[in-house]
C-alpha cells in the first residue's frame, strides 16, 4: 500500500509563488508515474502534471504551462510542483496520486481513473 502527504499548500496573492510536496512511503516509488490533480467544489478532479519515473518526460496541462514544474527525487521518494505566477483560477485542493501501472505500459497519463493513490490533498488560496 502506498501513502502520499502533500504539504505546502496556502495562501498567496495573484502573481505569487507556491512549492507543493508529496512525500510517498510504501511500495516502490521510483517505479511509478506521479502525478499533479486539482479540484474545485462542483468540478471534476483535473489534471495538473505528471512526470516519468525518471523525471525525463513531464507534462502540463496547457492553463498551467510555462508556469508550474514538476520535479522528484526518487532518493527521497518525493514529487514537488513549483507553482508561479499564480492566478485566481488556480485556487483549488491540490491532489498528488501515483500509477503503479505505468512501470509495465509505460503510460504517462492525463486520466485520474489510472492513478491507484491520492493523497489527502493540500488547499490552495490564490487571492486577486
Known amino acids: 500500500q502506498v501513502q502520499l502527504v502533500e504539504s505546502g499548500g496556502g495562501l498567496v496573492q495573484a502573481g505569487g509563488s507556491l512549492r507543493l510536496s508529496c512525500r510517498a512511503s510504501?511500495?516502490?516509488?521510483?517505479?511509478?508515474?506521479m502525478g499533479w490533480f486539482r479540484q474545485v467544489p462542483g468540478k471534476e478532479r483535473e489534471f495538473v502534471s505528471a512526470?516519468?519515473?525518471?523525471?525525463?518526460?513531464?507534462d502540463y496541462a496547457d492553463s498551467v504551462k510555462g508556469r508550474f514544474t514538476i520535479s522528484r527525487d526518487n532518493a527521497v521518494n518525493t514529487v514537488s510542483l513549483q507553482m508561479n505566477s499564480l492566478k485566481p483560477e488556480g485556487t483549488a485542493v491540490y491532489y498528488c496520486?501515483?500509477?503503479?501501472?505505468?512501470?509495465?505500459?509505460?503510460?504517462?497519463?492525463?486520466?485520474?481513473?489510472?492513478?491507484?493513490?491520492w493523497g489527502q490533498g493540500t488547499q490552495v488560496t490564490v487571492s486577486s
Open positions: 496520486a501515483a500509477d503503479p501501472g505505468s512501470w509495465q505500459t509505460g503510460r504517462l497519463s492525463r486520466d485520474k481513473s489510472l492513478y491507484d493513490y
Open positions: 510504501g511500495g516502490t516509488f521510483s517505479r511509478y508515474v
Open positions: 512526470i516519468s519515473w525518471n523525471g525525463g518526460r513531464p
